[in-house]
């Protein structure tokens, strides 16, 4: 479907969001020197790529109205698995990575299943299961981190493809395959249909449940995969992994011009609003700010990109 | 629907009965927490000791007063992820003050006074911009946090004047976190059962549009509850700021975790419309039983949050089977 | 004193007349039935008497002074309190506080807990609820019970007049009889009671005064006393029946559905019944009378406690509405709003959206396909969208709005096709052109079960015709034998030696 009304007012989210992101640029590059060097962009790719996963996924299911706080309880309890499979059990590492993601994936379904199958609102249930799964972390790991992995390990984290660092090149391709399925297939226009309006959704025949189990499946799937990667990255485990990761996700897809309450979002947006997110954390940081300072311009920009989106809503209405 | 004749429906009106119906859920936490207190007690006698008791009832007191005021938050059918957040900046602004020389009735006032002002924000924000409540505190929640470690550049602050330990204070032979929250948990219980806004709050988490409908405003309610949950956060952030001799930079990990815990094992449900504050008072001793308890039997303590999050699973399991049953 | 009166009120929604002008009063001490089919315009009516909509033209008037409404609030200020069909209660509140707390919701002050309770005692015991303790919350009671609450809180805001509607709609008959006993109580007491409600044998008991409404419009006032249903029906109903829905030569085929004993307790009750191909049969009944209950069993949305369903000479187990369009089965759901469109989607998406994989080329969702797949349903359907398939279905008109839903169903290519109220809030014209719209599809071998509350619709588009009530089938007639008494009379019947 080409410009419709519906994709009308998207397409100038995702243009503001691209001009904004190219004055950001624009202003980092003359801070400082080296911004613009391949290496720090891709460095910087780098940087967000885990929660950038996160987001991806984050994106389908804040599109169907729903929410999962869970993510970032999930991404520690895989880089948990991850240590414990392969130094407690010895299980070989690529072995290990697989079954810590596919943890993960299972952790998601587990939310799918309480939010599908027992009613428990979304916003609830991951809640629930974000104090539980950041529990078995804790638990499995008694406070001890993991480290040694070996060095070809590491060519996840920090190793290139090409002269693409890995996760980019992962990210990139599971950005494109989100977005594809998100836009142009029927597993996607259910997704919308969703959160647009459920109940129609259902009355359509449209298969609703199975779409949200999926949804949310993948939401612990990407969790998982972040998990590993950020191991490989830093290359110890440790239980604490992930906290407060959520805020990061769902700040990016609403700040790409997701509705919180569903039924529109796209990946673009959320890719725009990711790298807009990481200029400001690179900016801040050139500038002497600490990590901790850029936390607080996220939490001001999700709390403005709703209260803007509301506003849209308002005039698009009337 | 084609209902049965009424008289048959309706229930056994016998006081006990409706009671327990209504507040079992507070029940099971008293029984859990007896049972708790007689096992632990046979296995290591030093459970029952003065200072372990004091920790119990005293030493998480703070969480308790959180607690009231995120309860009513629960009830009216929001909620809010900073409370953490926000009672580590109060704390440290009680701090700072206190350490800057300012006279004591200051520096115990000053978080009070802070924590309505920033939550009658976010109420408002809530109420009237429509924003759900999980984002926005989800977005006040960093502002906080960050805001907290970067005004205070992760120092801690220590060489607090003699006169400030509050906490460590007693008041007609109990410590003054005990008192406080018994005292505050009782009366605030006792506002909500007699007054008109301790009942719209009721009102309103129940049936929004019928609140409406009799005039009650629905944004004012919800606002006048963030107002008041700021300034129990407040008062929670002064009995957590006194009690050691530093005061971290740091905000005490989980801790909204605990609270919002705290309030659903205690019978309110996150639904909205149900519970009261003895319920969550009851459920923080029962965390701090919990907590003594793993570490007086030997149980690892990196189980504790498993523990906890997997009762707010079972907990929110059973209250929506339940409400579905009713419907 | 006239307590209310309102005088050449009407009221228009984006276009569309929803209510004519029209004058209405009612006196103290006097049951005023008002009537109407649904989209007659009552429930406008009653949204204006009760403070809920301003009128566009005309005045209200109580006690002879005139007043404007702003909100339900000043309506009750001024006396006048409305029962609606959604009670608006608090379940989680005690009964007591139900009852008393909208009397003065001031935001400080004490409560007085023991007040309330002894005054809801005094409240419910004089509407015969004695046996109901007010310190109970309000969960714990049947429905019957929660609509006697309400009324106790009208009374304790001293309201003068009564606006009821549909009270008995979900109410066993115990609990009729008991209602009916309260209404007449307190019209005894000088309440004016404006009672809205299909259910003529009541209405024919109850009321002193009948206004029926018609198509938005005003019909007649007439003294209760004298008038006998099929008057009352003779009035709703008005128009000729054949002027307004054409009907061509039907060419029935073989049975392609049959229901047997289908049941799902309390609201389908051994419902039988089979229907051919090229047929429309039509569904009539009173609201609550498990049709559209029915029909969710029917297409998999509920699962029936027992019973079967053939197709084709096959028996099904529909278990979702998947495996229901899968089999050939469609529904066109009452609230087109709400269950029928996405509102927010373009009219394609809307179109494809129960038959996705016709327009999947690959693993992709063709833009090309959909957007010819919208283009074919606004012609064939001749729904009026400006912007073409890309239109926004939201911003169509309530009768385009439905033919977007039935193209959408269209499309699933049904062997039968369900419809739940099809023309209601539509335009006489999308009425018509439905109305052909279904004589096409019959007579291409489609068959169609059509559920309706509009009398002369079920009388003039069925070839025959199912009546429910209660959850039962209490009749069911040939097209010539169908008269206006006869249904309207297996509408109201009893459950014992139904037809």
Redesign the interface.
């Known amino acids: 479907?080409?410009a419709?009304?519906?994709s009308r007012r998207l397409l100038s989210h995702e243009a503001m969001l691209a001009l904004l992101l190219a004055l950001a640029l624009f202003t980092l590059s003359r801070l400082s020197d080296s911004f613009l060097s391949s290496a720090n962009l891709l460095n910087q790719v780098r940087l967000m790529a885990e929660i950038g996963l996160i987001a991806l996924a984050m994106t389908l299911v804040i599109v169907t109205g729903g929410?999962d706080?869970s993510v970032g309880s999930i991404t520690g309890l895989s880089a948990i698995l991850l240590g414990v499979l392969w130094s407690k059990l010895g299980i070989p590492l690529p072995m290990a990575a697989v079954l810590a993601i596919a943890g993960g994936m299972v952790a998601g379904l587990a939310n799918g299943l309480?939010i599908t199958r027992?009613?428990?609102?979304p916003?609830?249930?991951t809640?629930?299961?974000?104090?539980?799964?950041?529990?078995?972390a804790?638990?499995l790991?008694?406070?001890r981190s993991v480290r040694g992995y070996p060095e070809s390990f590491y060519v996840l984290g920090q190793g290139d493809v090409l002269g693409v660092p890995t996760q980019v090149l992962i990210l990139l391709v599971a950005a494109i395959l989100v977005g594809?399925a998100l836009q142009?297939?029927?597993f996607?226009?259910?997704v919308?249909?969703i959160g647009?309006?459920e109940?129609?959704?259902?009355?359509?025949?449209?298969?609703v449940d199975r779409v949200k189990l999926i949804v949310y499946g993948f939401s612990g799937l990407m969790a998982g995969l972040a998990g590993v990667l950020l191991v490989s990255r830093v290359t110890t485990t440790r239980s604490d992994m992930g906290m407060?990761w959520?805020?990061d996700a769902?700040?990016a897809v609403?700040l790409g011009g997701a509705s919180?309450?569903g039924?529109?979002g796209t990946v673009l947006g959320t890719v725009l609003a990711l790298a807009l997110i990481q200029c400001l954390k690179n900016g801040l940081s050139l500038a002497g700010?600490?990590a901790?300072?850029?936390?607080?311009?996220?939490?001001?920009f999700?709390?403005a990109a709703?209260?803007l989106g509301?506003l849209m809503d308002r005039i698009a209405a009337r | 629907m084609v209902a049965a004749p009424s008289h048959r429906a309706t229930q056994d009106t016998g006081w006990p009965h409706r009671w327990l119906s209504g507040h079992g859920q507070v029940l099971v936490v008293l029984g859990a927490i007896v049972a708790l207190f007689v096992v632990v007690s046979f296995v290591n006698q030093r459970f029952l000791s003065p200072a372990n008791l004091t920790t119990i009832f005293s030493g998480n007191a703070y969480i308790a007063v959180a607690a009231i005021g995120m309860t009513m938050v629960i009830i009216t059918g929001h909620i809010d992820v900073s409370v953490g957040a926000l009672i580590g900046v109060l704390a440290t602004i009680a701090g700072t003050l206190a350490v800057a020389g300012w006279p004591l009735w200051m520096v115990w006032l000053a978080p009070l006074v802070v924590g309505v002002l920033v939550n009658t924000l976010a109420g408002a924000l809530v109420a009237y911009a429509g924003i759900p409540s999980i984002v926005l505190t989800l977005g006040f929640l960093s502002i906080l946090k960050g805001g907290l470690i970067v005004v205070t550049g992760g120092d801690w602050i220590s060489d607090l004047p003699r006169g400030f330990f509050l906490a460590q204070m007693k008041l007609f032979g109990l410590p003054v976190p005990m008192l406080t929250a018994l005292v505050l948990t009782l009366a605030v219980a006792w506002w909500m059962a007699h007054f008109r806004f301790g009942r719209a709050i009721y009102a309103v988490g129940s049936n929004p549009e019928a609140a409406r409908a009799i005039g009650i405003s629905v944004e004012r309610t919800v606002v006048g509850v963030f107002a008041l949950h700021g300034l129990f956060a407040g008062i929670a952030a002064v009995l957590f700021a006194t009690q050691l001799t530093i005061i971290q930079s740091t905000v005490p990990p989980n801790l909204e975790l605990m609270i919002i815990t705290a309030c659903v094992i205690g019978g309110v449900s996150i639904l909205g419309g149900v519970g009261t504050v003895i319920g969550a008072a009851l459920a923080t001793i029962l965390f701090a039983t919990i907590t003594s308890a793993m570490i007086f039997t030997n149980v690892s303590a990196y189980w504790l949050r498993a523990v906890i999050g997997g009762l707010i699973l079972i907990t929110v399991l059973a209250d929506v089977a339940r409400r579905r049953r009713q419907a | 004193m006239i307590p209310l009166r309102v005088t050449e009120v009407s009221k228009s929604y984006g276009g569309v007349r929803a209510l004519r002008p029209v004058s209405f009063d009612v006196r103290a001490g006097e049951v005023h039935a008002l009537l109407g089919e649904n989209g007659a315009g009552k429930s406008t009516l009653i949204r204006i008497m009760s403070g809920l909509v301003a009128p566009d033209t005309g005045q209200i008037e109580v006690d002879g002074a005139a007043r404007v409404f702003r909100s339900p609030r000043d309506a009750a200020r001024a006396g006048i309190v409305t029962i609606h069909q959604e009670l608006l209660l608090f379940p989680d509140l005690s009964i007591a506080e139900n009852i008393c707390m909208a009397d003065d919701p001031a935001a400080l002050g004490w409560v007085d807990r023991a007040a309330q309770l002894s005054k809801a005692r005094a409240l419910l015991a004089d509407l015969d609820s004695g046996d109901v303790d007010p310190a109970q919350p309000l969960r714990t009671l049947s429905v019957a019970q929660r609509q006697r609450v309400e009324i106790a809180r009208a009374l304790g805001r001293q309201a003068r007049v009564l606006i009821m509607d549909e009270p008995t709609a979900s109410l066993a008959d115990a609990d009729v009889a008991r209602l009916i006993a309260i209404v007449r109580r307190l019209r005894e007491r000088g309440v004016a009671i404006v009672y809205v409600s299909h259910k003529l044998s009541e209405v024919r008991s109850l009321a002193d005064r009948v206004t029926i409404l018609r198509d938005g419009g005003f019909v007649a006032t007439r003294p209760a006393e004298g008038m006998t249903e099929a008057d009352m029906i003779g009035l709703m109903v008005g128009r000729s029946i054949s002027e307004l829905y054409p009907k061509g030569e039907p060419k029935i085929g073989a049975e392609m559905l049959r229901v047997e004993g289908l049941t799902l307790a309390p609201r389908v009750q051994d419902v039988s019944f089979s229907l051919r191909s090229g047929e429309i049969l039509g569904l009539a009944g009173l609201v609550g009378a498990g049709r559209t209950e029915l029909a969710r069993l029917i297409f998999g949305l509920d699962r029936p406690g027992a019973g079967r369903i053939i197709l084709n000479g096959t028996e099904i187990r529909v278990a979702s509405p998947q495996a229901a369009v899968a089999q050939g089965i469609a529904y066109v759901p009452e609230d087109r709003g709400l269950q029928g469109l996405v509102r927010s989607m373009p009219v394609a998406a809307n179109v494809t959206m129960a038959s996705l994989s016709k327009v999947v080329r690959g693993l992709f969702l063709s833009s090309r396909a959909e957007e010819a797949a919208g283009q074919d349903a606004i012609q064939q359907l001749g729904i009026r969208a400006p912007r073409g398939p890309a239109h926004i279905a939201g911003k169509l008109s309530g009768g385009n709005q439905q033919k977007v839903v039935v193209a959408k169903w269209l499309r699933s290519m049904p062997k039968v096709l369900i419809l739940d109220e099809p023309t209601r809030g539509v335009d006489v014209g999308a009425k018509a052109e439905i109305h052909a719209l279904m004589g096409d599809l019959t007579r291409q071998g489609l068959a169609i079960l059509m559920i309706s509350s509009e009398l002369p619709e079920v009388l003039g588009m069925s070839d025959r015709v199912l009546v429910m009530a209660r959850g039962r089938v209490t009749g069911l007639f040939e097209r010539a034998e169908a008269t206006p008494e006869r249904v309207a009379a297996a509408m109201v019947a009893e459950m014992q030696g139904a037809s």
């Open positions: 479907m080409t419709t009304l519906f929410i706080l309480i027992f009613g428990v609102p916003l609830i249930a809640l629930a299961t974000m104090a539980f799964y950041r529990g078995l804790e638990g790991s008694q406070g594809i142009m297939t029927a996607g226009r259910t919308l249909a647009a309006n109940t129609a959704a259902r009355f359509s025949s449209l298969p407060g959520e805020l769902i700040t609403v919180i309450f039924g529109r700010v600490k901790d300072g850029t936390i607080v311009l996220i939490g001001l999700l709390i709703v209260l509301n």
